[in-house]
């Protein structure tokens, strides 16, 4: 844990609504994308400076995202001001920044929409609250469209379903126009278009961490289960975040995985063209960026001339995959259409648990307690399965297939109700920790809970932000930063692949000793 | 006619337009205004039915609105609930009884009158509540511009001025139906000349000539929600608006020889 500047807030015993106090985090604003980063996304650079013609370019941007966006018109003209939302955004219950508030985050956005495109805030600007646009808005913009991980938490409670990610979205895309683009996001777009994963990972490194996880396997059960990269022919692409090929605890969640596929006996492989789940596209609001990120997996799938394409666990990944993948780069008529298109690998486990194809040893895991996050876009942004809510039932249904111990988290915090990591939307970076660590607070009190009552040692989640995020974060809180798990790592340790021998002995021998 | 009977008529006629036009614009521009991606909060309806119900929940019980905050959505549904019923209460002075198909609908505007007579109150009673929160909670102030509290204070007027024509200074009810029917057949009778109902009509009016251009326009806002009346079936069916499709020729092109 670095050394920090700030204040790490005291769990409390019971959640409380902090009061009020303006400009708590005014100054946490993250770096500017340099030129060189903004160009590679057809973004003008700026290097952080105002430009020629900004302000002209600022207005002229959002008469056009409101003509292109629905959502963006409508929840710009519908919020009534009924303060529902005002306490839902863990970034304000960790801060106490009313701009931190979701209406109070939109009405920075909504206030220059007034001034310029509606005839109250054009003609009467003080009554409604309308501003004009200056420098010093936009700077308060790239600070607090920057405080919201785009979580959706307070679009479930908002009675005309305002959805603040949209607008953080818009604002981001206006700001990268006039080159205030974020370095994090940016950066790592930028990485995708040149090397086809987020961490700048070359096919070559690529291939030889494979193999050394191949090499972990065998060593680990004594079966080769391979994991296969760029074979032409297999039946099903595995796109999962690159996160997955080294962090810890992504990647014990990829040999979970590698031992599912394996067992289930199918084709399957990785591709070094669309080597990442993860399209920060998104967090820009970028529809171009996403685009150009997401068509890469239609490259793959036809350059590898798949059946099927599966996604690993990672959350927003999942949401582009599930609501917009077919959108950016369907039609998928090249597939078999007998499965779902994508599906989530936890679908595709959960389907092999209910045939019963999987073997599990789940006094394996008899060591840990375990308690699942669910990840925001996961939870309010898409769906597994048939039934609405199945994103909650099947995750929960393959832990409790392979591990003995699992407790649930306070109701009003899971579900369609989950707080954020505090990661999400492109906050992920070093130069945003301070937020990172406050917005946590709702979920790390949840979980305080369930430690101190049942005895919980593991926290799993299945994604790629939220893991890293935990991993850093819950130290801040006192807690392990292996406490997080993927939920294929559960898995993992509770799988007896076919013909794999157990040695029951020696764990009998320790036990006695 | 009286000077006063021309001049509500007047303002009638324009507010009614105003309210028309300005919802018809609204209405075309979100009609008109595409939504490019599939963005309903889950777990959302997977079919049509569903998610006409689950509109059907917002609109009529404030669902989403229960789960957010208790006192919020009962101060809240207390005065739209009771505003619904004095509405349909005030359906009798725009019916004539004579009508062919008045006999259709003429007990039942009979039927509302108790409850519409006393859910004046419960609608003065829930914006009260609304204007205590508006000021009590630091949240809610925070985020309130001066237009929210004016917009309370304008419909207690209403709701106030409406009650008192109910229970203390009545009006000659008969004369007002004969102007309120005569402006729908563009020859208004004489309007009693009342203080409270002309109080009670000058503010209804300007709320209906700036129901369109303020945030009053929740009211259709709800039913274009991209987060609550898509259905959830991206999977499925491919969503594309026009503007997105364009796209689809151009994709791909530049970095697929790349990364290889
Ligand atoms: S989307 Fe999430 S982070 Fe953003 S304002 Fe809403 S609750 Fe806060
Ligand atoms: S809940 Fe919705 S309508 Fe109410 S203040 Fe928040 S954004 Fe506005």
């Known amino acids: ?513 | 006619m009286s000077f006063l009977t021309i001049f509500f008529a007047l303002l009638f006629y324009v507010a009614t337009f105003s309210l028309v036009a300005g919802l018809a614009y609204r209405i075309r521009l979100y009609i008109k205004t595409p939504a490019p991606l599939k963005i309903p909060t889950t777990p959302a309806p997977v079919t049509r039915t569903g998610v006409a119900l689950r509109l059907f929940r917002e609109v009529v019980f404030f669902e989403s609105l229960f789960k957010a905050t208790l006192w919020t959505w009962l101060f809240g549904w207390m005065f739209h609930f009771g505003m619904f019923l004095v509405l349909l209460r005030h359906l009798r002075y725009f019916i004539n009884p004579e009508w062919f198909w008045a006999p259709l609908v003429w007990p039942l505007v009979g039927l509302v009158q108790p409850f519409g007579l006393y859910a004046g109150f419960a609608m003065l009673a829930g914006l009260g509540g609304l204007l205590v929160r508006r000021f009590a909670v630091d949240r809610v102030r925070y985020i309130s511009a001066p237009s929210d509290f004016i917009w309370l204070f304008w419909l207690m007027g209403i709701a106030a001025s409406g009650l008192i024509m109910s229970f203390i200074l009545h009006t000659d009810i008969v004369q007002l139906k004969e102007f309120t029917l005569g402006l729908m057949s563009l020859s208004p009778g004489e309007l009693p000349v009342d203080l409270p109902l002309l109080i009670h009509l000058g503010l209804v009016a300007v709320l209906m000539a700036l129901f369109p251009y303020s945030k009053l326009l929740h009211a259709v806002g709800i039913f274009f929600s991209p987060t609550r009346n898509q259905v959830d079936n991206p999977r499925e069916k491919r969503h594309l608006a026009a503007w997105a499709a364009k796209y689809d020729d151009t994709r791909g092109s530049r970095d697929s020889a790349e990364g290889q």
């Open chain 1, 1 to 513: 844990m670095a050394k920090v500047d700030f204040e790490i807030p005291k769990l409390k015993k019971y959640p409380e609504i902090p009061v009020v106090v303006e400009g708590t985090m005014a100054h946490s604003s993250p770096y500017v994308a340099a030129e060189k980063f903004q160009v590679q996304l057809d973004f003008p650079g700026g290097n952080g400076e105002f430009q020629e013609g900004w302000k002209e370019k600022a207005i002229e941007k959002m008469g056009e995202l409101l003509g292109k966006y629905r959502s963006l018109q409508v929840f710009l003209d519908s919020c009534v001001k009924c303060g529902a939302c005002t306490d839902k955004c863990h970034y304000f219950l960790g801060t106490g920044d009313p701009k931190n508030m979701p209406v109070a985050r939109q009405d920075l956005f909504r206030a220059v929409y007034r001034r310029y495109f509606t005839f109250a805030g054009k003609y009467f600007p003080k009554l409604v609250g309308a501003v004009d646009l200056t420098e010093d808005v936009i700077k308060e913009w790239y600070s607090y469209f920057h405080q919201c991980s785009q979580c959706r938490r307070c679009s479930v409670y908002c009675p005309y379903g305002i959805d603040t990610a949209e607008i953080s979205m818009a604002a981001r895309e206006v700001l990268d126009h006039i080159g205030f683009g974020q370095k994090y996001c940016n950066e790592i777009i930028g990485k995708v278009y040149k090397i086809g994963n987020n961490l700048g990972l070359p096919e070559r490194a690529l291939a030889d961490t494979l193999e050394g996880l191949e090499e972990d396997l065998e060593d680990e059960t004594g079966i080769a289960v391979k994991v296969p990269l760029d074979v032409k022919g297999a039946d099903i692409l595995l796109v999962t975040p690159s996160a997955d090929f080294f962090a810890e605890p992504h990647v014990d969640g990829l040999m979970g995985y590698a031992k599912v596929f394996h067992e289930a006996g199918v084709s399957w492989t990785v591709s070094s063209h669309a080597s990442e789940a993860a399209n920060f596209g998104m967090f820009i609001g970028s529809y171009e960026n996403m685009q150009r990120v997401a068509i890469r997996i239609r490259e793959a799938a036809l350059d590898l001339g798949v059946k099927r394409i599966i996604f690993g666990e990672c959350g927003h990944a999942w949401r582009v995959a599930y609501s917009f993948l077919n959108t950016l780069a369907g039609p998928w008529d090249f597939l078999d259409q007998n499965y779902p298109i994508p599906q989530h690998i936890c679908e595709f486990t959960h389907n092999l648990i209910q045939d019963d194809k999987l073997t599990f040893d789940k006094s394996r895991n008899d060591d840990l307690v375990i308690t699942f996050h669910d990840s925001c876009n996961v939870a309010r942004a898409s769906r597994m399965g048939d039934m609405p809510g199945g994103q909650f039932t099947i995750p929960r249904d393959i832990l409790k297939a392979v591990c003995n111990n699992f407790h649930d988290m306070a109701p009003e915090t899971i579900h369609e109700h989950t707080f954020c990591c505090g990661g999400g939307g492109g906050l992920l970076t070093d130069d945003l920790m301070e937020i990172r660590v406050k917005g946590m607070v709702p979920r790390a009190q949840a979980l305080q809970d369930v430690v101190d009552e049942y005895g919980v040692t593991n926290l799993v989640a299945i994604c790629a932000i939220c893991k890293s995020q935990f991993a850093k974060v819950l130290p801040y809180y006192g807690m392990e930063m292996d406490m997080i798990m993927s939920l294929h790592q559960v898995l993992s340790n509770a799988i007896i692949l076919t013909g794999q021998i157990v040695d029951d002995d020696d764990e009998a021998a320790e036990d006695a000793a």
